[in-house]
């Protein structure tokens, strides 16, 4: 079966330096997004990409964070000044038709900031 | 606002029973609601997906249950296995645009030999 695939799965960083988390969705999937989750809380959405560009993002995805999808295949979310509240896990998924028809998750990567 | 609350929070049970975990959604309009399941330190996998229309959907030992009147929906479980012990995500979806998707707190099910 297809899957989503997310390196690192375990990231340690200093506050204050950059980080890119990367993902390679599944390969005729159109779709992609970012989510993180806290330890012990629910996930949250980040971030959705389609044709190129972001489609829409949340209230957390400020300035810090940005998105690329730099080749064909992968996918890739850039920290640029990790704080100590960025620790969490982060999710990529993608889809084929939107979030609707359901999509696929990464195994994760943890970010621990220091 | 969207909202969607997830009881009980954490729940344990002794392998071979059944138990049934609640989802209660504020979301409109509403396009679909799916339980995920995720293992600790993974991503959450798809377990079952139901739209407007359909108001039961089973996959293997888990049936979820949908009331689009109340807007209520169940994931029950029979006869638990050990390796269910994971959290149980209730995600609901918008419909229209990009249909936004909205994650529930989760249950915490531990099942215990």
């Known amino acids: 079966e297809p899957e989503v695939t997310q390196t690192p799965s375990h990231q340690v960083t200093q506050m204050g330096q950059e980080v890119i988390l990367r993902c390679v969705p599944i390969s005729n999937h159109l779709y992609f997004y970012w989510y993180r989750q806290i330890l012990g809380q629910k996930v949250e959405f980040l971030v959705s990409?389609?044709?190129?560009?972001?489609?829409?993002k949340s209230e957390i995805f400020d300035d810090q964070f940005s998105v690329e999808r730099p080749d064909g295949s992968n996918f890739t979310l850039k920290i640029r000044s990790t704080k100590l509240e960025d620790s969490a896990m982060y999710f990529c998924?993608?889809?084929?038709?939107?979030?609707?028809?359901?999509?696929?998750f990464g195994s994760g990567t943890r970010l621990t900031v220091v | 606002k969207n909202q969607v609350e997830q009881s009980p929070q954490s729940l344990i049970i002794l392998e071979g029973k059944n138990c049934t975990l609640q989802c209660n959604y504020t979301v409109s309009p509403f396009s679909n609601l799916r339980w995920y399941k995720q293992d600790t330190g993974r991503g959450p996998v798809s377990l079952t997906i139901?739209?407007?229309?359909?108001n039961t959907k089973s996959n293997g030992r888990y049936t979820a249950t949908l009331d689009a009147d109340t807007k209520q929906s169940s994931l029950h479980i029979t006869a638990s296995q050990l390796s269910d012990s994971a959290s149980y995500i209730c995600v609901v979806t918008l419909s229209g645009g990009y249909q936004k998707v909205t994650f529930g707190t989760g249950t915490k099910l531990q099942v215990i030999p």
């Open positions: 139901m739209t407007f229309s359909e």
């Open positions: 998924a993608s889809s084929y038709r939107g979030p609707g028809y359901g999509y696929t």
């Open positions: 990409f389609y044709n190129n560009e972001i489609s829409e």
